[in-house]
C-alpha cells in the first residue's frame, strides 16, 4: 500500500486541497511557475522591468518548490514503486515505436539522460521542450497549477480559456511534435 | 517601485502573496512542508511520469484527466466555502482573490506550454519533482525553462497581449 501507485480519485482531491491550504495558511494563491519568474528576478534581473519587484515578498513561492524537490526525494528513497509503470499495450506499442522500451523509470531513461542531451532527441525534448515550457507559462500567465487549478477553482474564464489552449498544444505536441522527434 | 509593483501584478498573474503581514523567514517552511506533500503525492500518483502525459494527450487513459478533474473540484468546492463563510487565514487575514485577466498570452502562451508539455513530460511543478526523484539531467530542463521565463522577459514589450 504505502509503495503502490496513488489512484486519480486521491490524488486529484488532494491535489485540489492544495488550493484552500495555501489560502488559510498564508493568503498565497496556488501556482508554480511562478517560482520561475521568481528566479529570474533574484538571480538575473539584467534591468528587465518584468524581473524589477519585490521577490522577497514572493519567496514563500521558493520554499515551496524546495519542497517539492525533497518530496520527490523521500518518495523515490522511501516509497518507489518496485513495478515499472503499468502502460496499456497500445501506448506500449506506440513508445515501442520511439524506440523506448524501458518504462522503469518516472521519464524514459532512453531519451532523458545526459549522454542523450547534445543530440538532436535530447536538444528537442529536454532544451527546447523546458524552453517552451518558460515562456509559455509566462506569456500565458500561469500553468496547470495556477490556470487549470487555481484559476479554474475560482471559476476565471482567462484560466479557461488558457487551460483549452494547453490541451490543445499537447494534443498536437503528442501527436505530432513527439513522434516526429523521437521516429 | 510599489506602483511599479501593483502595474506588475495587474498585467501578469504572479502567484501573488496577499498577504500583508511581515513575518521571519522560518514562516515560509510551512510552504515547504505543504510542497513535500505535494512532490510526495506528484511521485506517489505517478503524474510526473512523461509515460502518463503521452497517455492523456493520446487519449489512451482517463487517469490524468480524473486527477485534474478532481482536483479542481475540491478547489472549487473550497474556494466556494471559503467565500460563503468568509474563512479567514490562520493569521486571522481576509483572503483575497486575484481575478485574472484575458490576453492574448493566455492563447499563444498556453499553446506553447501545451506543447512543451507534452514534449518534456512535466508542467512546471512536475520539473522539480522529477529532479527530486534523481533525474538529474532534468536540472537541465529547468534551467532551460528559467531562459524561457528571462527571455520572454526581455522580449515582452514586442510580443502581442
Same mark, same amino acid.
Given at each position: 500500500m504505502?509503495t503502490?501507485?496513488?489512484?486519480?480519485?486521491?490524488?486529484?482531491?488532494?491535489?485540489?486541497?492544495?488550493?484552500?491550504?495555501?489560502?488559510?495558511?498564508?493568503?498565497?494563491?496556488?501556482?508554480?511557475?511562478?517560482?520561475?519568474?521568481?528566479?529570474?528576478?533574484?538571480c538575473?534581473?539584467?534591468? $528587465?522591468?518584468?524581473?524589477?519587484?519585490?521577490?522577497?515578498?514572493? $519567496?514563500?513561492?521558493?520554499?515551496?518548490?524546495a519542497?517539492?524537490?525533497?518530496?520527490?526525494?523521500?518518495?523515490?528513497?522511501y516509497?518507489?514503486?518496485?513495478?515499472?509503470?503499468?502502460?496499456?499495450?497500445?501506448?506500449?506499442k506506440?513508445?515501442?515505436?520511439?524506440g523506448?522500451?524501458?518504462?522503469?523509470?518516472?521519464?524514459?531513461n532512453?531519451?532523458?539522460?545526459?549522454?542523450?542531451?547534445?543530440?538532436?532527441?535530447?536538444?528537442?525534448?529536454m $532544451?527546447?521542450?523546458?524552453?517552451?515550457?518558460g515562456?509559455?507559462?509566462?506569456?500565458?500567465?500561469?500553468?496547470?497549477?495556477?490556470?487549470?487549478?487555481?484559476?479554474?477553482?475560482?471559476?476565471?474564464?482567462?484560466?479557461?480559456?488558457a487551460?483549452?489552449?494547453?490541451?490543445i498544444?499537447?494534443?498536437?505536441?503528442?501527436?505530432?511534435?513527439?513522434?516526429?522527434?523521437?521516429? | 517601485?510599489?506602483?511599479?509593483?501593483?502595474?506588475?501584478?495587474?498585467?501578469?498573474?504572479? =502567484?501573488?502573496?496577499?498577504?500583508?503581514?511581515?513575518?521571519?523567514?522560518?514562516?515560509?517552511?510551512?510552504?515547504?512542508?505543504?510542497?513535500?506533500?505535494?512532490?510526495?503525492?506528484?511521485?506517489?500518483?505517478?503524474?510526473?511520469?512523461?509515460?502518463?502525459?503521452?497517455?492523456?494527450?493520446?487519449?489512451?487513459?482517463?487517469?490524468?484527466?480524473?486527477?485534474?478533474?478532481?482536483?479542481?473540484?475540491?478547489?472549487?468546492?473550497?474556494?466556494?466555502?471559503?467565500?460563503?463563510?468568509?474563512?479567514?487565514?490562520?493569521?486571522?487575514?481576509?483572503? *483575497?482573490f486575484h481575478?485574472?485577466?484575458?490576453?492574448?498570452?493566455?492563447?499563444?502562451?498556453?499553446?506553447?506550454?501545451?506543447?512543451?508539455?507534452?514534449?518534456?513530460?512535466? =508542467?512546471?511543478?512536475?520539473l522539480?519533482?522529477?529532479?527530486?526523484?534523481?533525474?538529474?539531467? *532534468?536540472?537541465?530542463?529547468?534551467?532551460?525553462? *528559467?531562459?524561457?521565463?528571462?527571455v520572454?522577459?526581455?522580449?515582452?514589450?514586442?510580443?502581442?497581449?
Amino acid at each position: 500500500m504505502f509503495t503502490s501507485p496513488l489512484p486519480w480519485y486521491i490524488a486529484g482531491p488532494l491535489i485540489g486541497l492544495m488550493v484552500p491550504i495555501l489560502l488559510i495558511i498564508g493568503n498565497k494563491s496556488f501556482g508554480i511557475s511562478s517560482s520561475l519568474r521568481h528566479i529570474c528576478a533574484s538571480c538575473f534581473p539584467a534591468n $528587465i522591468s518584468f524581473f524589477k519587484y519585490d521577490w522577497k515578498k514572493e $519567496i514563500w513561492n521558493l520554499f515551496f518548490v524546495a519542497g517539492i524537490i525533497l518530496g520527490g526525494f523521500i518518495a523515490a528513497m522511501y516509497m518507489s514503486n518496485p513495478n515499472p509503470i503499468e502502460i496499456s499495450e497500445s501506448m506500449q506499442k506506440t513508445f515501442a515505436q520511439y524506440g523506448i522500451t524501458d518504462f522503469s523509470g518516472l521519464v524514459p531513461n532512453q531519451i532523458f539522460n545526459w549522454n542523450e542531451l547534445l543530440t538532436f532527441k535530447g536538444l528537442s525534448m529536454m $532544451i527546447l521542450g523546458g524552453f517552451l515550457v518558460g515562456f509559455g507559462t509566462r506569456y500565458a500567465g500561469g500553468c496547470t497549477s495556477g490556470h487549470s487549478i487555481m484559476g479554474l477553482s475560482t471559476l476565471q474564464w482567462p484560466s479557461l480559456i488558457a487551460t483549452i489552449c494547453f490541451m490543445i498544444g499537447g494534443f498536437i505536441s503528442a501527436w505530432f511534435i513527439v513522434p516526429f522527434i523521437l521516429n | 517601485m510599489i506602483s511599479h509593483n501593483n502595474e506588475m501584478r495587474k498585467n501578469d498573474s504572479i =502567484c501573488t502573496n496577499e498577504s500583508q503581514i511581515d513575518h521571519k523567514w522560518y514562516h515560509n517552511l510551512k510552504y515547504t512542508f505543504v510542497g513535500i506533500l505535494f512532490g510526495i503525492i506528484f511521485v506517489k500518483a505517478e503524474i510526473i511520469s512523461w509515460f502518463r502525459i503521452q497517455e492523456m494527450f493520446r487519449l489512451e487513459s482517463f487517469f490524468m484527466y480524473g486527477v485534474i478533474g478532481s482536483a479542481v473540484m475540491i478547489g472549487a468546492i473550497s474556494v466556494f466555502l471559503i467565500k460563503k463563510f468568509d474563512i479567514k487565514t490562520i493569521y486571522g487575514e481576509k483572503i *483575497i482573490f486575484h481575478p485574472k485577466t484575458f490576453n492574448k498570452g493566455q492563447i499563444i502562451g498556453g499553446l506553447m506550454f501545451g506543447i512543451g508539455w507534452a514534449m518534456t513530460g512535466a =508542467c512546471p511543478g512536475p520539473l522539480f519533482a522529477q529532479i527530486g526523484t534523481g533525474a538529474t539531467v *532534468i536540472i537541465i530542463t529547468l534551467f532551460s525553462a *528559467i531562459l524561457g521565463t528571462w527571455v520572454y522577459g526581455l522580449l515582452r514589450d514586442k510580443l502581442p497581449h
